[in-house]
């Protein structure tokens, strides 16, 4: 009856095994060949339970796969990886009786042994026919365990307690009532211990722990740890290497290498330490979630980490640098720097000296300019070839690099001879500049020549010269220090418009084009998107995201530049995740960048020192293998089915809109919108007729309602822009409200949208052609929060449905603007928190499920002309779940119900002569933790249901 199409949760386990990549996500476990970052197989080995470790024997033909409880043994066919039958069960899946922290094959692949919560070992066969089973002596709860060695006689168990210890025991070891004798302990700790893992090469130990540390141990004549007893265990010394602190919340993994170690953790840091404690990489790569999974393979120098934004994500451990530091000859003082499209680095020096660097890393004089010395401004064309200098007295110099060399080109003056205060290249071949008066002047290159353009007359202020710049089609946009971006058309002085207070106080950082719109980038952390109209040429804004980062500096298609306190940060847009980090000392200070196809290249200078760091693209992102989705807990969800795949928009308390696609088993996501100031907690679409687009609203948190503009095709081209953002903003006594549900609906051939509140309250809106909300009326249901909002069609009449946290469900009129309640019922003890309507003529059976772990089946009837709803019938029951629900459907014989409890229940009902009744027939257990609700599509006669909550599972129900 239930087959799982595609599960996105937290990715618990991972691991490289030859060529292939093994990942445990739920119980599923997948497999991804590692040179095409393909999924090859999807098993699905626990029903409910997450694959928290993968264990293969040293041939590397069986796994030992565990979580929880459970544990099974599966082979594998290395020849016929890729066909169907790739490996089978060589035993049964048995559940034990205690939870497995740490398994490993020993006697030659023969046995493997497995070490459990409450510090005990088990050795088993391939049948699961335990041999030796033996408790240690320190009777505790253990949080983690690492087995070391491969033989019984030699096995040790180093196991990490909920006391900051670490015990070292050894299960042959016993003394007279059997129990295993502790041999070394391990204190320095001061929190619970999480991770252990032990490099017998290098003699190591390594311990990871919720004090925010880890500690590096050496065994100090390693050797001796094979055969250590109760009589020799003084032999064996065990001192602490060094301990390091480098993240921001729990430590959950560590990893030893033979050059280095690593330490993941909490706060979605992932960090490379040497032997001595230096702090070698820092990367912070899952959304600033946990990171659960972590493992390396040493032959390619690959990491490969799963957090709980559900991506797994790959990158090369040596992060290829180079890193150059020079000085100026003559000790010079450097002032401003700056690199060509080459690759070649460009200063200019206190003294008024502009040097350019060689390949050969050896300096040359390009000129002296002493009318610059006191002050210059060095801006690079966005070509990379041109380099302009300009001065307090108006001066203008414009470089060319050609084969190595860099020449001056054209030698200009301004007729005012005043100082410049901006200079901006709008293309290779055209700049502006600014100077005291409130006017910017545009000039060109022609032959040897700079030729005067036009003006633009600049707003009054006290300093009203632009910090940014860019063309667009026939259009100049420029950005000031108060964050207003001003729009005019070439071949006028005057202002088209102006977007004022588009970014904060400190300024526009940035303006940039892309194919279809402007970029502006702001010191407020915002990236905001904009296009021209059509009819007036106005600039308008189409799109605000909120990063987080301060200072944003630049934008290159995913990679985002910026700065945060004395460091300059190269992040993933996408997902928001810090690939590279260099102290720079600040973005107040000279810096430059390049970006190419396949390299990324910064220099800066501090400490009178020019610094120059290059390194490839490649090592510097990480290959997404499963791509990372929310962080958090998501609210709400809508599903598309397009042609073969399934377009699954979402929110959450992540406060992000994200849209993906799920096609042959693998998700991608399409678009990842910050623009809530909250969490989303509802969502509602609206397909606008005629076309391909959908209306989509989104409220959530601080009483916010979006509206989107969502266009997809069935090539799975998306698009989603936001068109309207209502929020109001709060009284001085007022408390904070959510929008808890949305509902759109037309009435009388008007779009109408209702939002239910959690003070009580239902707010009315009309939505217009372009998507503006109108608000027309507020109604109070109760004095309780709304829960959901439905609506219904009855006697040609449109009625509207809400329930709230009273238990109440309420029938309203809408067939006006203005609704107007009919009756209401108790449905529930408290709060009603899904629902599920089948209209049948005069008749509704409406099933709804509630926090009292009660599922409802109720029938009404509605009579005419007053539109009376009375209630016939009703069947509850409280056995079903044994959680709150928190979504259902229903359809003719069956239902779907879904709870906190992780069940997802097909239940059968009846109706005869108004008795109603229902029975669950068929239940599946879903890894995602806290499911939130459920969405259902149709087609070719099959239910496809996608359970969310902690992630997310799509489902094929077959009834």
């Given at each position: 009856?239930?087959?799982?199409?595609?599960?996105?949760?937290?990715?618990?386990?991972?691991?490289?095994?030859?060529?292939?990549?093994?990942?445990?996500?739920?119980?599923n476990?997948?497999?991804?060949?590692?040179?095409?970052?393909?999924?090859?197989?999807?098993?699905?080995?626990?029903?409910?339970?997450?694959?928290?470790?993968?264990?293969?024997?040293?041939?590397?033909?069986?796994?030992?796969?565990?979580?929880?409880?459970?544990?099974?043994?599966?082979?594998?066919?290395?020849?016929?990886?890729?066909?169907n039958?790739?490996?089978?069960?060589?035993?049964?899946?048995?559940?034990?009786?205690?939870?497995?922290?740490?398994?490993?094959?020993?006697?030659?692949?023969?046995?493997?042994?497995?070490?459990?919560?409450?510090?005990?070992?088990?050795?088993?066969d391939?049948?699961?026919?335990?041999?030796?089973?033996?408790?240690?002596?320190?009777?505790?709860?253990?949080?983690?365990?690492?087995?070391?060695?491969?033989?019984?006689?030699?096995l040790?168990?180093?196991?990490?307690?909920?006391?900051?210890?670490?015990?070292?025991?050894?299960?042959?070891?016993?003394?007279?009532?059997?129990?295993?004798?502790?041999?070394?302990?391990?204190?320095?700790?001061?929190?619970?211990?999480?991770?252990?893992?032990y490099?017998?090469?290098?003699g190591l130990?390594?311990?990871?722990?919720?004090?925010?540390?880890?500690?590096?141990?050496?065994?100090?004549?390693?050797?001796?740890?094979?055969?250590?007893?109760?009589?020799?265990?003084?032999?064996?010394?065990?001192?602490?290497?060094?301990?390091?602190?480098?993240?921001?919340?729990?430590?959950?993994?560590?990893?030893?290498?033979?050059?280095?170690?690593?330490?993941?953790?909490?706060?979605?840091?992932?960090?490379?330490?040497?032997?001595?404690?230096?702090?070698?990489?820092?990367i912070?790569?899952?959304?600033?979630?946990?990171?659960w999974?972590?493992?390396?393979?040493?032959?390619?120098?690959?990491?490969?980490?799963?957090?709980n934004?559900?991506?797994?994500?790959?990158?090369?451990?040596?992060?290829?640098?180079?890193?150059?530091?020079?000085?100026?000859?003559q000790?010079?003082?450097?002032?401003?720097?700056?690199?060509?499209?080459?690759?070649?680095?460009?200063?200019?020096?206190?003294?008024?000296?502009?040097?350019?660097?060689?390949?050969?890393n050896?300096?040359?004089?390009?000129?002296?300019?002493?009318?610059?010395?006191?002050?210059?401004?060095?801006?690079?064309?966005?070509?990379?070839?041109?380099?302009?200098?300009?001065?307090f007295?108006?001066?203008?110099y414009?470089?060319?690099?050609?084969?190595?060399?860099?020449?001056?080109?054209?030698k200009?003056?301004?007729?005012?001879?005043?100082?410049?205060?901006?200079?901006?290249?709008?293309?290779?071949?055209?700049?502006?500049?600014?100077?005291?008066?409130?006017?910017?002047?545009?000039?060109?290159?022609?032959?040897?020549?700079?030729k005067?353009?036009?003006?633009?007359?600049?707003?009054?202020?006290?300093?009203?010269?632009?910090?940014a710049?860019?063309?667009?089609?026939?259009?100049?946009?420029?950005?000031?220090?108060?964050?207003?971006?001003?729009?005019?058309?070439?071949?006028?002085e005057?202002?088209?418009?102006?977007?004022?207070?588009?970014?904060?106080?400190?300024?526009?950082?940035?303006?940039?084009?892309?194919?279809?719109?402007?970029?502006?980038?702001?010191?407020?952390?915002?990236?905001?998107?904009?296009?021209?109209?059509?009819?007036?040429?106005?600039?308008?804004?189409?799109?605000?995201?909120?990063?987080?980062?301060?200072?944003?500096?630049?934008?290159?298609?995913?990679?985002?530049?910026?700065?945060?306190?004395?460091?300059?940060?190269?992040?993933?847009?996408?997902?928001?995740?810090?690939?590279?980090?260099?102290?720079?000392?600040?973005?107040?200070?000279?810096?430059?960048?390049?970006?190419?196809?396949?390299?990324?290249?910064?220099?800066?200078?501090?400490?009178?020192?020019?610094?120059?760091?290059?390194?490839?693209?490649?090592?510097l992102?990480?290959?997404?293998v499963?791509?990372?989705?929310?962080?958090?807990?998501?609210?709400?969800?809508?599903?598309?089915?397009?042609?073969?795949?399934?377009?699954?928009?979402?929110?959450?308390?992540?406060?992000?809109?994200?849209?993906?696609?799920?096609?042959?088993?693998?998700?991608?996501?399409?678009?990842?919108?910050?623009?809530?100031?909250?969490?989303?907690?509802?969502?509602d679409?609206?397909?606008?007729?005629?076309?391909?687009?959908?209306?989509?609203?989104?409220?959530?948190?601080?009483?916010?309602?979006?509206?989107?503009?969502?266009k997809?095709?069935?090539?799975?081209?998306?698009?989603?822009?936001?068109?309207?953002?209502?929020?109001?903003?709060?009284?001085?006594?007022?408390?904070?409200?959510?929008?808890?549900?949305?509902?759109?609906?037309?009435?009388?051939?008007?779009?109408?949208?209702?939002?239910?509140?959690?003070?009580?309250?239902?707010?009315?809106?009309?939505?217009?052609?372009?998507?503006?909300?109108i608000?027309?009326?507020?109604?109070?249901h109760?004095?309780?929060?709304?829960?959901?909002?439905?609506?219904?069609?009855?006697?040609?009449?449109?009625?509207l449905l809400?329930?709230?946290?009273?238990?109440q469900?309420?029938?309203?009129?809408?067939?006006?603007?203005?609704?107007?309640?009919?009756?209401?019922f108790?449905?529930?003890?408290?709060?009603?928190?899904?629902i599920?309507?089948l209209?049948?003529?005069?008749?509704?059976?409406?099933?709804?499920?509630?926090?009292?772990?009660?599922?409802?089946?109720?029938?009404?009837?509605?009579?005419?002309?007053?539109?009376?709803?009375?209630?016939?019938?009703s069947?509850?029951?409280?056995?079903?779940?044994?959680?709150?629900?928190?979504?259902?459907?229903?359809?003719?014989?069956?239902?779907?119900?879904?709870?906190?409890?992780?069940?997802?229940?097909?239940?059968?009902?009846?109706?005869?002569?108004?008795?109603?009744?229902?029975?669950?027939?068929?239940?599946?257990?879903?890894?995602?933790?806290?499911?939130?609700?459920?969405?259902?599509?149709?087609?070719d006669?099959?239910?496809?249901?996608?359970?969310?909550?902690?992630?997310?599972?799509?489902?094929?129900?077959?009834?």
């Amino acid at each position: 009856m239930f087959q799982s199409l595609y599960i996105h949760t937290d990715i618990t386990c991972v691991e490289i095994i030859g060529n292939y990549l093994f990942v445990g996500t739920g119980g599923n476990l997948q497999i991804y060949d590692t040179l095409t970052n393909n999924l090859v197989q999807r098993h699905q080995i626990f029903d409910g339970q997450n694959i928290t470790g993968i264990r293969p024997n040293s041939t590397e033909t069986i796994l030992i796969i565990y979580g929880g409880k459970h544990i099974t043994l599966l082979r594998i066919q290395w020849k016929s990886i890729k066909t169907n039958s790739t490996s089978s069960s060589t035993g049964n899946q048995r559940k034990l009786s205690d939870w497995i922290l740490d398994a490993k094959w020993i006697a030659n692949n023969g046995k493997f042994a497995t070490v459990f919560m409450h510090n005990k070992i088990t050795i088993w066969d391939e049948a699961f026919n335990f041999e030796m089973s033996v408790k240690c002596e320190e009777r505790c709860i253990l949080y983690s365990a690492h087995l070391c060695f491969d033989t019984a006689s030699e096995l040790i168990v180093l196991s990490g307690t909920i006391f900051s210890e670490i015990l070292l025991w050894k299960p042959l070891c016993q003394n007279e009532n059997g129990l295993a004798v502790v041999l070394k302990r391990l204190n320095q700790h001061k929190g619970v211990i999480f991770s252990i893992n032990y490099n017998p090469t290098k003699g190591l130990i390594c311990s990871a722990s919720d004090d925010r540390s880890a500690i590096l141990w050496r065994v100090k004549n390693s050797s001796s740890l094979t055969s250590i007893t109760p009589n020799n265990s003084h032999l064996t010394e065990i001192v602490m290497e060094c301990q390091v602190y480098g993240h921001l919340s729990r430590v959950f993994r560590c990893i030893i290498m033979d050059d280095f170690f690593m330490t993941a953790g909490e706060d979605s840091f992932l960090l490379l330490w040497n032997f001595q404690g230096l702090l070698l990489r820092k990367i912070n790569i899952h959304q600033g979630g946990s990171m659960w999974a972590l493992c390396y393979n040493s032959k390619t120098d690959v990491v490969c980490t799963g957090g709980n934004d559900g991506a797994v994500l790959t990158f090369k451990a040596n992060l290829k640098a180079l890193n150059q530091s020079t000085m100026l000859p003559q000790l010079e003082s450097p002032k401003n720097v700056g690199l060509f499209k080459s690759g070649r680095l460009v200063c200019f020096s206190e003294t008024g000296t502009l040097y350019y660097n060689n390949f050969e890393n050896k300096w040359s004089i390009v000129g002296d300019f002493t009318g610059l010395q006191k002050y210059c401004i060095m801006q690079f064309s966005p070509c990379r070839r041109l380099l302009s200098l300009s001065g307090f007295e108006g001066q203008i110099y414009i470089f060319r690099e050609q084969e190595r060399v860099v020449k001056l080109q054209h030698k200009f003056r301004l007729n005012n001879q005043s100082r410049i205060f901006s200079f901006h290249w709008l293309d290779c071949r055209t700049f502006l500049v600014s100077q005291k008066n409130s006017v910017a002047t545009i000039y060109f290159l022609k032959n040897n020549t700079i030729k005067f353009a036009q003006n633009l007359k600049l707003p009054t202020s006290k300093k009203p010269w632009p910090t940014a710049a860019c063309l667009y089609k026939d259009h100049i946009l420029l950005g000031d220090r108060k964050g207003n971006i001003h729009n005019y058309k070439i071949g006028s002085e005057n202002r088209l418009n102006s977007l004022w207070r588009a970014h904060s106080y400190l300024g526009v950082t940035c303006l940039q084009r892309s194919l279809k719109e402007i970029v502006s980038l702001g010191r407020d952390g915002l990236i905001k998107k904009y296009l021209l109209d059509s009819e007036d040429g106005h600039l308008n804004c189409i799109e605000t995201s909120k990063t987080k980062f301060s200072w944003l500096a630049a934008l290159d298609n995913n990679l985002l530049l910026s700065f945060g306190g004395n460091q300059f940060i190269v992040s993933d847009l996408k997902f928001q995740r810090i690939l590279f980090q260099v102290p720079c000392g600040g973005g107040h200070r000279s810096w430059h960048h390049l970006i190419t196809s396949d390299a990324f290249q910064f220099s800066f200078i501090k400490e009178k020192v020019v610094h120059s760091i290059k390194t490839n693209r490649e090592d510097l992102e990480p290959t997404s293998v499963v791509e990372g989705y929310h962080i958090k807990e998501i609210n709400c969800a809508k599903i598309l089915h397009k042609a073969d795949g399934l377009v699954v928009i979402s929110g959450g308390e992540d406060t992000v809109l994200r849209i993906s696609l799920i096609k042959e088993h693998q998700l991608r996501v399409l678009e990842s919108l910050k623009v809530h100031l909250s969490s989303i907690r509802a969502m509602d679409l609206w397909f606008i007729e005629k076309s391909s687009k959908y209306l989509l609203v989104t409220g959530g948190g601080r009483a916010q309602i979006i509206c989107w503009e969502l266009k997809c095709d069935q090539k799975f081209s998306v698009t989603c822009k936001e068109k309207y953002n209502f929020y109001e903003p709060l009284g001085h006594e007022d408390s904070e409200t959510r929008i808890m549900d949305v509902l759109i609906t037309k009435v009388n051939d008007i779009l109408l949208l209702f939002a239910g509140r959690s003070d009580g309250s239902i707010i009315t809106f009309k939505v217009s052609r372009d998507h503006q909300l109108i608000k027309k009326n507020s109604i109070v249901h109760s004095q309780h929060s709304i829960t959901k909002l439905d609506r219904i069609t009855m006697i040609s009449a449109e009625i509207l449905l809400t329930m709230a946290t009273d238990g109440q469900i309420k029938f309203w009129s809408i067939s006006e603007i203005n609704p107007v309640e009919l009756s209401s019922f108790q449905m529930h003890q408290s709060g009603i928190t899904s629902i599920s309507c089948l209209v049948n003529g005069n008749n509704l059976w409406l099933l709804s499920g509630g926090d009292d772990n009660c599922t409802s089946l109720a029938l009404f009837a509605s009579e005419e002309p007053n539109l009376i709803v009375s209630k016939i019938n009703s069947f509850q029951s409280s056995g079903v779940h044994c959680a709150q629900i928190t979504g259902c459907y229903l359809i003719e014989k069956y239902f779907i119900t879904c709870s906190i409890d992780q069940r997802i229940i097909v239940s059968s009902w009846t109706s005869t002569n108004g008795e109603v009744e229902f029975k669950a027939i068929k239940t599946y257990n879903t890894a995602i933790a806290d499911p939130q609700g459920l969405q259902v599509a149709t087609w070719d006669n099959k239910l496809v249901v996608c359970v969310y909550g902690n992630g997310f599972e799509v489902l094929d129900i077959t009834l």
